[in-house]
């Protein structure tokens, strides 16, 4: 069992920057690929990104490639998105999520484990 909790969200203008954390229990966290993913209104679910177990594979949407940085620390159980160059297209509920079967992160199917999500505005 992996329990996931997100934090770092808030309110930003427009070009600036925020980073999430993803904080995980349990005691398998380093066997799990994570993925961010996000969620405006009306619109559905969306990748974000993702990084592999061991952190050797590291996925990106193109919306956010070159502004976006995931990262992990699994001696602390936690994974992060660094998010910079904000956009308010970028506005939205930003979760996390883990998967044992890391085989394709683009499917939020592949999923095991979700947070609760944060909130992240950017204003214009």
């Known amino acids: 069992q992996v329990q996931l909790v997100e934090s770092g969200g808030g309110l930003v203008q427009a070009g600036g920057s925020l980073r999430l954390s993803c904080a995980a229990s349990?005691?398998?966290?380093?066997?799990?690929?994570m993925g961010w993913f996000r969620q405006a209104p009306g619109k559905e679910r969306e990748f974000v990104a993702a990084?592999?177990?061991?952190?050797?594979?590291?996925h990106y949407a193109d919306s956010v490639k070159g502004r976006f940085t995931i990262s992990r620390d699994n001696a602390k159980k936690e994974v992060y998105l660094q998010m910079n160059s904000l956009k308010p297209g970028d506005t939205a509920v930003y979760c996390c999520?883990?998967?044992?079967?890391?085989?394709?992160?683009?499917?939020?199917?592949?999923?095991?484990?979700w947070g609760q999500g944060t909130q992240v505005t950017v204003s214009s």
């Open positions: 999520a883990a998967a044992l079967n890391f085989y394709n992160p683009y499917f939020t199917q592949i999923y095991d484990y």
């Open positions: 990084i592999s177990a061991n952190g050797g594979r590291i």
């Open positions: 349990g005691r398998t966290f380093s066997s799990y690929g």
